[in-house]
Protein backbone atom coordinates (compact mmCIF):
# COMPACT_ATOMS: atom_id res chain seq x y z
CA UNK A 1 0.00 0.00 0.00
CA UNK A 2 1.45 3.10 -0.83
CA UNK A 3 1.59 5.79 2.21
CA UNK A 4 0.30 8.81 0.97
CA UNK A 5 2.05 12.18 2.24
CA UNK A 6 0.74 15.69 2.88
CA UNK A 7 0.41 18.04 -0.48
CA UNK A 8 1.03 21.65 -0.49
CA UNK A 9 -2.80 22.22 -0.20
CA UNK A 10 -3.08 20.34 2.63
CA UNK A 11 0.29 21.90 4.73
CA UNK A 12 -1.81 25.70 3.30
CA UNK A 13 -5.29 24.20 4.93
CA UNK A 14 -4.00 23.31 7.88
CA UNK A 15 -2.05 26.44 8.92
CA UNK A 16 -5.64 28.24 7.94
CA UNK A 17 -7.12 25.78 10.38
CA UNK A 18 -4.51 26.36 13.24
CA UNK A 19 -5.35 28.40 15.87
CA UNK A 20 -1.89 28.70 16.82
CA UNK A 21 0.64 27.81 14.89
CA UNK A 22 2.73 26.34 17.86
CA UNK A 23 6.09 26.67 15.13
CA UNK A 24 6.15 30.03 15.24
CA UNK A 25 6.01 30.20 19.28
CA UNK A 26 4.03 31.82 21.50
CA UNK A 27 4.50 34.04 25.23
CA UNK A 28 5.59 31.67 26.59
CA UNK A 29 9.06 31.17 24.77
CA UNK A 30 9.34 35.22 26.03
CA UNK A 31 9.08 33.90 29.53
CA UNK A 32 13.03 34.61 30.65
CA UNK A 33 13.84 36.75 27.71
CA UNK A 34 15.01 40.13 28.77
CA UNK A 35 15.09 41.29 24.97
CA UNK A 36 11.26 40.87 25.21
CA UNK A 37 10.46 41.88 28.67
CA UNK A 38 11.80 44.53 31.11
CA UNK A 39 14.18 43.32 34.00
CA UNK A 40 11.10 44.39 36.74
CA UNK A 41 8.56 42.51 34.30
CA UNK A 42 10.72 39.41 35.43
CA UNK A 43 11.64 40.19 38.90
CA UNK A 44 7.78 40.48 39.53
CA UNK A 45 7.06 36.84 37.85
CA UNK A 46 9.96 36.17 40.62
CA UNK A 47 8.47 37.28 43.03
CA UNK A 48 5.02 35.43 42.56
CA UNK A 49 6.41 32.49 41.23
CA UNK A 50 9.72 31.71 43.83
CA UNK A 51 9.87 28.81 46.21
CA UNK A 52 10.28 30.68 49.55
CA UNK A 53 11.38 28.02 52.03
CA UNK A 54 13.64 27.08 49.05
CA UNK A 55 15.11 30.72 49.02
CA UNK A 56 15.58 30.72 52.83
CA UNK A 57 17.49 27.10 53.09
CA UNK A 58 19.81 28.59 50.29
CA UNK A 59 20.06 31.74 52.03
CA UNK A 60 20.79 30.07 55.10
CA UNK A 61 23.55 28.12 53.68
CA UNK A 62 24.99 30.85 51.79
CA UNK A 63 25.01 33.28 53.56
CA UNK A 64 23.39 32.94 56.74
CA UNK A 65 25.55 30.02 57.94
CA UNK A 66 28.75 31.39 56.47
CA UNK A 67 28.20 34.67 58.56
CA UNK A 68 27.32 32.38 61.69
CA UNK A 69 30.66 30.54 61.00
CA UNK A 70 32.30 33.82 60.86
CA UNK A 71 30.87 35.55 64.54
CA UNK A 72 31.44 32.55 66.15
CA UNK A 73 35.38 31.44 65.23
CA UNK A 74 36.69 34.66 67.14
CA UNK A 75 34.63 33.22 70.38
CA UNK A 76 35.49 29.30 69.88
CA UNK A 77 39.61 31.22 69.48
CA UNK A 78 39.09 32.60 72.33
CA UNK A 79 37.44 29.97 74.99
CA UNK A 80 39.98 27.58 73.87
CA UNK A 81 43.07 30.28 74.76
CA UNK A 82 41.26 30.97 78.16
CA UNK A 83 40.84 27.19 79.19
CA UNK A 84 44.54 26.92 78.05
CA UNK A 85 46.27 29.68 80.30
CA UNK A 86 43.62 28.67 83.35
CA UNK A 87 45.37 24.94 83.11
CA UNK A 88 48.72 26.25 83.11
CA UNK A 89 48.15 28.65 86.01
CA UNK A 90 46.62 25.57 88.31
CA UNK A 91 49.16 23.32 87.01
CA UNK A 92 50.07 20.77 89.84
CA UNK A 93 50.39 17.29 89.87
CA UNK A 94 50.31 14.72 86.87
CA UNK A 95 46.61 15.05 86.42
CA UNK A 96 46.54 18.94 85.36
CA UNK A 97 49.85 18.58 83.16
CA UNK A 98 48.07 15.91 80.88
CA UNK A 99 44.83 17.81 81.02
CA UNK A 100 47.00 20.79 79.39
CA UNK A 101 48.27 18.54 77.09
CA UNK A 102 45.17 17.22 75.60
CA UNK A 103 44.01 21.04 75.47
CA UNK A 104 46.83 22.20 73.60
CA UNK A 105 46.75 19.21 71.35
CA UNK A 106 43.31 19.77 70.46
CA UNK A 107 43.97 23.29 69.79
CA UNK A 108 47.53 22.41 67.83
CA UNK A 109 45.05 19.79 65.42
CA UNK A 110 42.24 22.09 65.85
CA UNK A 111 43.21 25.89 64.86
CA UNK A 112 43.77 24.97 60.95
CA UNK A 113 40.67 23.70 60.28
CA UNK A 114 39.03 26.77 62.67
CA UNK A 115 41.35 29.60 60.96
CA UNK A 116 40.44 27.48 57.22
CA UNK A 117 36.63 27.76 58.28
CA UNK A 118 36.54 31.38 59.06
CA UNK A 119 38.37 32.41 55.87
CA UNK A 120 36.48 30.68 53.72
CA UNK A 121 33.20 31.99 54.64
CA UNK A 122 34.70 35.18 54.97
CA UNK A 123 35.62 34.59 51.32
CA UNK A 124 32.06 33.32 50.79
CA UNK A 125 30.72 36.44 52.21
CA UNK A 126 32.71 38.11 50.17
CA UNK A 127 31.91 37.15 46.85
CA UNK A 128 27.93 36.97 47.86
CA UNK A 129 27.97 39.96 49.50
CA UNK A 130 30.44 42.65 49.72
CA UNK A 131 32.39 42.62 46.16
CA UNK A 132 28.77 42.86 44.35
CA UNK A 133 27.50 45.68 46.99
CA UNK A 134 30.51 47.62 45.79
CA UNK A 135 30.21 47.09 42.03
CA UNK A 136 26.24 47.44 42.14
CA UNK A 137 27.38 51.11 43.98
CA UNK A 138 30.07 51.24 42.04
CA UNK A 139 27.56 50.96 38.24
CA UNK A 140 24.70 52.97 39.48
CA UNK A 141 27.00 55.90 40.14
CA UNK A 142 28.46 55.58 36.99
CA UNK A 143 25.66 55.18 35.29
CA UNK A 144 23.96 58.08 36.67
CA UNK A 145 27.15 60.68 36.10
CA UNK A 146 27.27 59.60 32.58
CA UNK A 147 23.73 60.43 31.95
CA UNK A 148 23.89 63.58 33.24
CA UNK A 149 27.75 64.35 32.03
CA UNK A 150 28.87 62.07 30.05
CA UNK A 151 26.68 62.07 26.80
CA UNK A 152 29.03 64.70 24.92
CA UNK A 153 31.97 64.55 26.42
CA UNK A 154 35.21 63.00 24.61
CA UNK A 155 36.86 59.87 25.54
CA UNK A 156 39.46 61.15 27.48
CA UNK A 157 36.71 62.77 29.74
CA UNK A 158 34.69 59.87 29.31
CA UNK A 159 37.39 57.64 31.25
CA UNK A 160 38.03 60.41 33.85
CA UNK A 161 34.21 60.60 34.60
CA UNK A 162 34.67 56.70 35.36
CA UNK A 163 38.00 57.18 37.43
CA UNK A 164 35.96 59.76 39.72
CA UNK A 165 33.19 57.89 40.12
CA UNK A 166 34.88 54.50 41.03
CA UNK A 167 36.36 56.71 44.07
CA UNK A 168 32.71 58.30 44.73
CA UNK A 169 31.51 54.65 44.89
CA UNK A 170 34.29 53.76 47.39
CA UNK A 171 33.89 55.84 50.13
CA UNK A 172 30.14 56.20 49.77
CA UNK A 173 30.06 52.34 50.59
CA UNK A 174 32.77 53.13 53.41
CA UNK A 175 30.80 55.47 55.22
CA UNK A 176 27.99 52.96 55.19
CA UNK A 177 29.69 50.31 55.93
CA UNK A 178 31.53 52.09 59.24
CA UNK A 179 27.93 53.17 60.08
CA UNK A 180 26.82 49.89 60.35
CA UNK A 181 29.85 48.19 61.82
CA UNK A 182 29.15 51.35 65.14
CA UNK A 183 25.76 51.20 64.97
CA UNK A 184 26.51 46.94 65.87
CA UNK A 185 29.68 47.02 68.22
CA UNK A 186 27.73 47.33 71.51
CA UNK A 187 26.21 43.84 70.79
CA UNK A 188 29.43 42.08 69.70
CA UNK A 189 31.44 40.25 71.98
CA UNK A 190 34.88 38.87 70.92
CA UNK A 191 35.77 36.65 74.16
CA UNK A 192 34.48 33.27 74.91
CA UNK A 193 34.64 30.47 77.36
CA UNK A 194 33.94 27.03 77.12
CA UNK A 195 30.48 27.32 79.79
CA UNK A 196 29.76 29.84 76.66
CA UNK A 197 30.12 26.42 74.29
CA UNK A 198 27.71 24.71 76.43
CA UNK A 199 25.35 27.29 75.99
CA UNK A 200 24.63 28.09 72.61
CA UNK A 201 21.68 30.47 72.55
CA UNK A 202 23.69 33.34 74.50
CA UNK A 203 25.64 33.85 71.74
CA UNK A 204 23.44 34.10 69.00
CA UNK A 205 23.39 37.78 69.49
CA UNK A 206 27.14 38.41 69.51
CA UNK A 207 28.13 35.70 66.76
CA UNK A 208 25.63 37.37 64.38
CA UNK A 209 27.09 41.03 65.55
CA UNK A 210 30.62 40.02 65.52
CA UNK A 211 29.91 38.76 61.79
CA UNK A 212 28.07 41.82 60.78
CA UNK A 213 30.92 44.02 62.10
CA UNK A 214 33.99 42.05 60.94
CA UNK A 215 31.69 42.07 57.16
CA UNK A 216 30.99 45.99 57.58
CA UNK A 217 34.98 46.85 58.58
CA UNK A 218 36.35 44.70 55.97
CA UNK A 219 33.92 46.32 53.22
CA UNK A 220 34.85 49.63 54.77
CA UNK A 221 38.36 49.34 54.39
CA UNK A 222 38.20 47.38 50.85
CA UNK A 223 35.80 49.53 49.13
CA UNK A 224 38.36 52.42 49.49
CA UNK A 225 41.08 50.73 48.80
CA UNK A 226 38.98 49.36 45.47
CA UNK A 227 37.36 52.59 44.85
CA UNK A 228 40.66 54.72 44.58
CA UNK A 229 42.39 51.46 43.02
CA UNK A 230 39.93 51.14 40.31
CA UNK A 231 40.18 55.43 39.85
CA UNK A 232 44.05 55.27 39.34
CA UNK A 233 44.16 52.53 36.48
CA UNK A 234 43.98 52.69 33.42
CA UNK A 235 40.22 53.19 32.25
CA UNK A 236 39.26 50.74 29.19
CA UNK A 237 38.79 52.95 26.02
CA UNK A 238 37.78 52.29 22.28
CA UNK A 239 41.69 50.72 20.42
CA UNK A 240 42.87 53.83 18.51
CA UNK A 241 44.76 51.56 15.87
CA UNK A 242 45.78 48.45 15.11
CA UNK A 243 49.26 47.18 14.73
CA UNK A 244 50.91 46.15 11.02
CA UNK A 245 52.64 43.20 10.66
CA UNK A 246 56.44 42.73 9.59
CA UNK A 247 57.19 40.41 6.72
CA UNK A 248 59.33 38.31 8.44
CA UNK A 249 57.25 38.08 11.69
CA UNK A 250 55.55 34.87 12.46
CA UNK A 251 51.54 35.00 12.44
CA UNK A 252 48.41 33.36 13.49
CA UNK A 253 44.82 33.40 12.25
CA UNK A 254 42.01 32.76 14.93
CA UNK A 255 38.63 32.73 14.84
CA UNK A 256 36.64 33.98 17.94
CA UNK A 257 33.46 32.83 18.13
CA UNK A 258 31.22 33.28 21.32
CA UNK A 259 27.60 32.71 22.23
CA UNK A 260 25.93 30.41 19.65
CA UNK A 261 23.20 29.38 22.22
CA UNK A 262 22.53 25.96 20.91
CA UNK A 263 18.70 24.49 21.54
CA UNK A 264 18.01 21.11 21.89
CA UNK A 265 15.01 21.69 19.86
CA UNK A 266 14.37 22.06 15.80
CA UNK A 267 11.77 25.29 16.51
CA UNK A 268 13.04 26.05 20.14
CA UNK A 269 13.77 29.88 20.60
CA UNK A 270 16.69 30.91 22.98
CA UNK A 271 15.35 31.89 26.83
CA UNK A 272 17.42 35.22 26.25
CA UNK A 273 16.19 36.45 22.98
CA UNK A 274 12.94 34.86 22.76
CA UNK A 275 10.28 35.35 19.55
CA UNK A 276 12.77 38.41 19.12
CA UNK A 277 15.36 35.76 18.20
CA UNK A 278 16.56 33.05 15.80
CA UNK A 279 14.65 29.56 15.55
CA UNK A 280 16.22 26.46 16.19
CA UNK A 281 19.92 26.01 14.97
CA UNK A 282 20.52 26.53 11.30
CA UNK A 283 21.70 29.54 11.63
CA UNK A 284 25.09 27.69 13.68
CA UNK A 285 24.86 25.11 11.04
CA UNK A 286 25.56 27.86 8.57
CA UNK A 287 28.30 29.63 10.29
CA UNK A 288 30.58 26.58 10.68
CA UNK A 289 30.02 25.52 6.86
CA UNK A 290 31.01 29.39 5.92
CA UNK A 291 34.09 28.78 8.66
CA UNK A 292 34.99 25.41 7.10
CA UNK A 293 35.36 26.84 3.72
CA UNK A 294 37.21 30.04 4.79
CA UNK A 295 39.95 27.54 6.67
CA UNK A 296 40.16 24.99 3.40
CA UNK A 297 41.51 28.45 1.19
CA UNK A 298 43.55 30.14 4.29
CA UNK A 299 44.11 27.91 6.79
CA UNK A 300 43.17 29.01 10.88
CA UNK A 301 45.34 28.38 13.79
CA UNK A 302 42.91 28.21 16.62
CA UNK A 303 38.96 28.54 16.89
CA UNK A 304 38.15 29.92 20.26
CA UNK A 305 34.36 29.87 21.33
CA UNK A 306 34.25 31.89 24.58
CA UNK A 307 31.29 30.51 26.27
CA UNK A 308 27.72 29.53 25.62
CA UNK A 309 28.09 27.16 23.40
CA UNK A 310 24.65 25.72 24.90
CA UNK A 311 21.27 27.48 25.97
CA UNK A 312 20.60 26.18 29.13
CA UNK A 313 23.53 23.39 29.58
CA UNK A 314 20.89 20.77 28.87
CA UNK A 315 21.71 17.15 27.33
CA UNK A 316 19.92 17.36 24.12
CA UNK A 317 21.69 21.08 24.02
CA UNK A 318 25.29 19.74 24.37
CA UNK A 319 23.78 16.71 21.84
CA UNK A 320 23.11 19.44 18.99
CA UNK A 321 26.40 21.24 19.69
CA UNK A 322 28.15 18.18 19.85
CA UNK A 323 26.71 17.07 16.05
CA UNK A 324 27.08 20.31 14.55
CA UNK A 325 30.81 20.47 15.04
CA UNK A 326 31.52 16.72 14.26
CA UNK A 327 30.61 17.51 10.40
CA UNK A 328 33.72 19.72 10.42
CA UNK A 329 36.34 17.34 12.05
CA UNK A 330 38.76 20.00 10.40
CA UNK A 331 37.52 22.81 12.83
CA UNK A 332 37.14 20.56 15.92
CA UNK A 333 40.94 19.71 15.72
CA UNK A 334 41.76 23.44 16.24
CA UNK A 335 38.42 24.18 18.53
CA UNK A 336 38.61 25.39 22.11
CA UNK A 337 35.60 25.97 23.74
CA UNK A 338 34.99 27.29 27.16
CA UNK A 339 31.95 27.25 29.87
CA UNK A 340 29.96 30.11 29.68
CA UNK A 341 27.09 31.41 32.54
CA UNK A 342 24.41 29.88 30.41
CA UNK A 343 26.26 26.22 30.07
CA UNK A 344 26.82 26.30 33.67
CA UNK A 345 24.36 28.53 35.86
CA UNK A 346 20.74 28.39 34.57
CA UNK A 347 19.14 26.39 36.80
CA UNK A 348 15.75 26.33 34.38
CA UNK A 349 15.34 28.18 31.46
CA UNK A 350 12.02 28.57 31.38
CA UNK A 351 11.56 29.88 34.86
CA UNK A 352 13.92 32.43 35.95
CA UNK A 353 12.23 31.98 39.51
CA UNK A 354 13.87 28.38 39.79
CA UNK A 355 17.01 28.01 41.97
CA UNK A 356 18.80 25.25 43.39
CA UNK A 357 19.94 24.56 47.15
CA UNK A 358 23.98 24.93 47.05
CA UNK A 359 23.86 20.89 47.19
CA UNK A 360 21.30 19.83 44.40
CA UNK A 361 23.26 17.73 42.02
CA UNK A 362 21.77 19.74 38.91
CA UNK A 363 24.94 22.35 38.69
CA UNK A 364 26.89 19.55 38.84
CA UNK A 365 25.30 18.15 36.06
CA UNK A 366 25.75 20.91 34.16
CA UNK A 367 29.55 21.23 34.83
CA UNK A 368 30.55 17.62 33.83
CA UNK A 369 28.28 17.77 30.57
CA UNK A 370 30.37 21.06 29.78
CA UNK A 371 33.92 19.16 30.91
CA UNK A 372 32.93 16.33 28.82
CA UNK A 373 32.37 18.50 26.05
CA UNK A 374 36.07 20.13 26.76
CA UNK A 375 37.72 16.78 27.10
CA UNK A 376 36.18 15.57 23.69
CA UNK A 377 36.93 19.05 21.84
CA UNK A 378 40.87 19.71 23.55
CA UNK A 379 41.64 16.88 26.13
CA UNK A 380 44.53 15.94 24.06
CA UNK A 381 45.48 19.36 23.67
CA UNK A 382 45.51 21.41 26.53
CA UNK A 383 47.41 21.42 30.23
CA UNK A 384 45.70 21.66 33.50
CA UNK A 385 48.15 24.31 35.07
CA UNK A 386 49.25 24.14 38.50
CA UNK A 387 50.71 26.30 40.91
CA UNK A 388 54.23 26.26 41.39
CA UNK A 389 57.50 26.39 40.09
CA UNK A 390 56.96 22.92 37.63
CA UNK A 391 54.84 23.44 35.00
CA UNK A 392 52.13 20.26 34.57
CA UNK A 393 52.56 17.98 31.95
CA UNK A 394 49.07 16.05 32.10
CA UNK A 395 46.59 16.80 29.93
CA UNK A 396 43.07 17.45 30.49
CA UNK A 397 42.30 13.72 29.51
CA UNK A 398 45.15 12.59 31.83
CA UNK A 399 43.96 14.91 34.53
CA UNK A 400 40.30 13.24 34.70
CA UNK A 401 40.77 9.88 33.98
CA UNK A 402 40.95 8.76 37.96
CA UNK A 403 37.56 10.65 37.61
CA UNK A 404 36.12 8.73 35.06
CA UNK A 405 34.29 5.92 36.40
CA UNK A 406 32.76 8.63 38.90
CA UNK A 407 31.71 11.02 36.48
CA UNK A 408 29.84 8.22 34.43
CA UNK A 409 27.79 6.42 37.95
CA UNK A 410 27.00 10.23 38.45
CA UNK A 411 25.48 10.81 34.85
CA UNK A 412 24.04 7.54 35.24
CA UNK A 413 22.25 7.96 38.65
CA UNK A 414 22.75 10.97 40.10
CA UNK A 415 22.33 11.90 43.70
CA UNK A 416 23.52 14.38 46.17
CA UNK A 417 26.28 11.87 47.37
CA UNK A 418 27.61 11.22 44.06
CA UNK A 419 27.85 14.82 43.09
CA UNK A 420 29.47 15.41 46.38
CA UNK A 421 32.47 13.29 45.49
CA UNK A 422 32.87 15.19 42.37
CA UNK A 423 32.87 18.71 44.12
CA UNK A 424 36.11 20.06 42.93
CA UNK A 425 36.45 17.93 39.60
CA UNK A 426 35.74 20.72 37.50
CA UNK A 427 37.31 23.86 39.40
CA UNK A 428 41.02 22.01 39.28
CA UNK A 429 40.72 21.98 35.29
CA UNK A 430 41.28 25.67 35.22
CA UNK A 431 42.91 27.12 34.04
CA UNK A 432 44.27 24.88 31.33
CA UNK A 433 46.08 26.19 28.41
CA UNK A 434 47.37 25.48 24.99
CA UNK A 435 51.70 25.74 25.49
CA UNK A 436 53.25 27.66 22.67
CA UNK A 437 55.35 25.30 20.01
CA UNK A 438 58.33 27.46 20.48
CA UNK A 439 60.20 30.06 23.06
CA UNK A 440 58.40 33.02 20.76
CA UNK A 441 55.11 31.42 20.25
CA UNK A 442 51.62 31.69 21.05
CA UNK A 443 49.73 30.09 23.84
CA UNK A 444 46.36 30.12 24.88
CA UNK A 445 44.89 30.32 28.34
CA UNK A 446 41.49 29.16 29.07
CA UNK A 447 39.95 30.14 32.13
CA UNK A 448 36.26 29.37 33.69
CA UNK A 449 34.80 33.40 35.20
CA UNK A 450 31.63 31.86 36.22
CA UNK A 451 30.63 32.68 39.81
CA UNK A 452 28.84 30.18 42.23
CA UNK A 453 25.13 31.04 41.49
CA UNK A 454 22.50 28.92 42.27
CA UNK A 455 19.77 31.03 41.09
CA UNK A 456 18.78 31.70 37.65
CA UNK A 457 18.04 35.08 37.82
CA UNK A 458 21.65 35.45 39.39
CA UNK A 459 23.18 33.22 36.58
CA UNK A 460 25.30 36.13 34.26
CA UNK A 461 27.39 36.65 37.67
CA UNK A 462 30.92 36.47 36.95
CA UNK A 463 34.26 35.96 39.11
CA UNK A 464 38.10 34.91 38.55
CA UNK A 465 39.15 33.05 41.51
CA UNK A 466 42.35 34.08 43.32
CA UNK A 467 43.56 30.49 42.35
CA UNK A 468 43.41 30.80 38.84
CA UNK A 469 44.88 34.25 39.05
CA UNK A 470 47.98 32.58 40.66
CA UNK A 471 48.00 29.60 38.39
CA UNK A 472 47.85 32.27 34.96
CA UNK A 473 50.82 34.19 36.52
CA UNK A 474 52.59 30.39 37.07
CA UNK A 475 51.95 29.18 33.33
CA UNK A 476 52.85 33.00 31.81
CA UNK A 477 55.70 33.22 34.22
CA UNK A 478 57.74 29.65 33.24
CA UNK A 479 57.72 31.28 29.61
CA UNK A 480 58.60 34.74 29.98
CA UNK A 481 59.25 35.10 25.77
CA UNK A 482 55.71 33.24 24.69
CA UNK A 483 52.93 35.67 23.40
CA UNK A 484 49.44 34.75 25.06
CA UNK A 485 45.57 34.73 24.39
CA UNK A 486 43.65 35.16 27.84
CA UNK A 487 39.98 33.30 27.15
CA UNK A 488 37.37 33.51 29.28
CA UNK A 489 33.78 34.04 28.84
CA UNK A 490 32.24 37.29 31.23
CA UNK A 491 33.54 41.15 30.29
CA UNK A 492 36.32 42.36 32.66
CA UNK A 493 34.62 46.03 33.09
CA UNK A 494 32.22 47.48 31.57
CA UNK A 495 32.56 48.97 28.05
CA UNK A 496 32.84 52.77 27.68
CA UNK A 497 29.68 53.18 26.17
CA UNK A 498 27.24 55.92 27.55
CA UNK A 499 23.67 54.86 27.51
CA UNK A 500 23.47 51.41 27.96
CA UNK A 501 21.06 50.37 30.05
CA UNK A 502 21.69 49.76 34.20
CA UNK A 503 20.27 46.41 34.01
CA UNK A 504 22.78 45.42 31.35
CA UNK A 505 25.92 46.46 33.34
CA UNK A 506 25.24 44.93 36.67
CA UNK A 507 25.31 41.80 37.64
CA UNK A 508 26.92 40.83 34.12
CA UNK A 509 30.67 41.59 34.38
CA UNK A 510 33.38 40.22 36.37
CA UNK A 511 32.73 40.82 39.75
CA UNK A 512 36.56 41.52 40.50
CA UNK A 513 37.20 42.65 37.14
CA UNK A 514 39.27 46.06 38.39
CA UNK A 515 41.63 43.37 40.56
CA UNK A 516 41.67 41.13 37.52
CA UNK A 517 43.13 43.32 35.13
CA UNK A 518 45.91 44.68 37.77
CA UNK A 519 47.06 41.06 37.71
CA UNK A 520 47.22 40.91 33.89
CA UNK A 521 49.24 44.34 33.92
CA UNK A 522 52.75 42.46 34.27
CA UNK A 523 52.14 40.24 31.24
CA UNK A 524 49.48 43.30 29.10
CA UNK A 525 52.41 43.87 26.18
CA UNK A 526 52.12 40.00 25.01
CA UNK A 527 49.02 39.07 25.80
CA UNK A 528 45.39 39.98 24.41
CA UNK A 529 42.47 39.21 26.36
CA UNK A 530 39.36 37.55 24.16
CA UNK A 531 35.35 36.94 25.55
CA UNK A 532 31.75 37.14 24.96
CA UNK A 533 29.12 37.33 26.77
CA UNK A 534 27.51 40.76 26.17
CA UNK A 535 27.01 40.04 22.77
CA UNK A 536 28.87 43.49 21.93
CA UNK A 537 30.76 44.26 19.41
CA UNK A 538 33.95 45.58 20.79
CA UNK A 539 38.02 45.91 20.30
CA UNK A 540 39.68 48.68 23.07
CA UNK A 541 42.26 49.21 25.69
CA UNK A 542 42.99 49.02 28.88
CA UNK A 543 46.05 50.94 29.14
CA UNK A 544 48.57 48.88 27.68
CA UNK A 545 45.90 45.74 27.89
CA UNK A 546 43.98 44.99 24.57
CA UNK A 547 40.92 43.30 24.73
CA UNK A 548 38.25 41.52 22.44
CA UNK A 549 34.72 41.23 22.54
CA UNK A 550 32.81 38.92 20.47
CA UNK A 551 29.55 39.61 18.77
CA UNK A 552 27.53 36.79 18.81
CA UNK A 553 27.12 35.44 15.20
CA UNK A 554 23.24 33.69 16.40
CA UNK A 555 22.09 36.37 18.98
CA UNK A 556 20.28 39.74 18.92
CA UNK A 557 19.06 38.93 15.12
CA UNK A 558 15.96 36.79 13.92
CA UNK A 559 16.47 34.33 11.18
CA UNK A 560 16.19 36.64 8.32
CA UNK A 561 19.00 38.94 9.40
CA UNK A 562 22.74 39.21 8.84
CA UNK A 563 25.37 38.20 11.87
CA UNK A 564 29.07 38.09 11.77
CA UNK A 565 32.06 37.25 13.69
CA UNK A 566 35.55 38.16 13.04
CA UNK A 567 38.94 36.60 12.74
CA UNK A 568 41.68 37.81 14.31
CA UNK A 569 45.78 38.26 13.21
CA UNK A 570 48.72 37.87 15.87
CA UNK A 571 51.83 38.49 15.12
CA UNK A 572 54.65 38.26 16.81
CA UNK A 573 56.51 42.29 17.35
CA UNK A 574 60.22 43.11 17.50
CA UNK A 575 60.16 44.18 21.09
CA UNK A 576 58.53 40.64 21.97
CA UNK A 577 54.95 42.40 21.61
CA UNK A 578 52.10 40.26 20.84
CA UNK A 579 50.81 42.28 17.93
CA UNK A 580 47.05 42.75 16.90
CA UNK A 581 46.17 43.40 13.12
CA UNK A 582 43.08 44.74 11.64
CA UNK A 583 40.17 42.26 12.35
CA UNK A 584 38.47 40.05 9.22
CA UNK A 585 34.60 40.51 9.53
CA UNK A 586 32.60 37.73 8.28
CA UNK A 587 28.83 37.74 8.21
CA UNK A 588 26.14 34.83 7.54
CA UNK A 589 23.89 36.14 5.98
CA UNK A 590 20.11 35.77 6.85
CA UNK A 591 17.61 33.37 5.56
CA UNK A 592 13.99 34.41 4.94
CA UNK A 593 10.92 32.19 6.12
CA UNK A 594 8.67 30.98 3.62
CA UNK A 595 5.10 30.02 4.20
CA UNK A 596 4.21 27.12 2.08
Not at 221 to 244: K, Y
Not at 448 to 453: F, G, K, M, P, V
Request: hydrophobic share 45%; glycine share 8%.
Amino acid sequence: MTQSHPTMETESRVREVLLVDPRQGDAEDDRSATKQRSLFAIAGSLLVEISLPKLLLAWTMSLALPAVLLGLAPLVATGWAATATAQARYLTGLGAALSLMIVLAVGWFAWRPLFRMAEVNFWSLNALAVQPGYVFCREAIRHLAEGWFGAKRSAQRQARLRAASSAAAGTIVCIVAVLVAIAVWPYTRWLGSVSDLMVPYRLIVPTLANAVALTSLYLAAAALIWGFADASMDQPVDIEAFDDACQTSQTWRVAHLSDVHTVGERYGFRMESGRGGPQGNDRLERLLARLAAIHASAPLDAIVVTGDMTDAGLATEWAEFLDATAKHPTLVDRMLILPGNHDINIVDRTNPARLDLPFSPGKRFRQMRTLSAMALMQGVRVRVIEEGPAQSTRTLDQNLNAHRSQIAAFAQGGGIMRAAKLGDVFDDQFPMAVLPQSEDGLGIVILDSNAQTHFSFTNALGLVSVQQAKRLATVMNGHPKARWIVALHHHLMEYPMPGVKFSERVGTALVNGSWFVRKLKPFAHRIVVMHGHRHIDWIGTCGALRIISAPSPVMNATDDMTTHFHIHTFANGADGRLCLLAPEKVEIGGVAKVDV
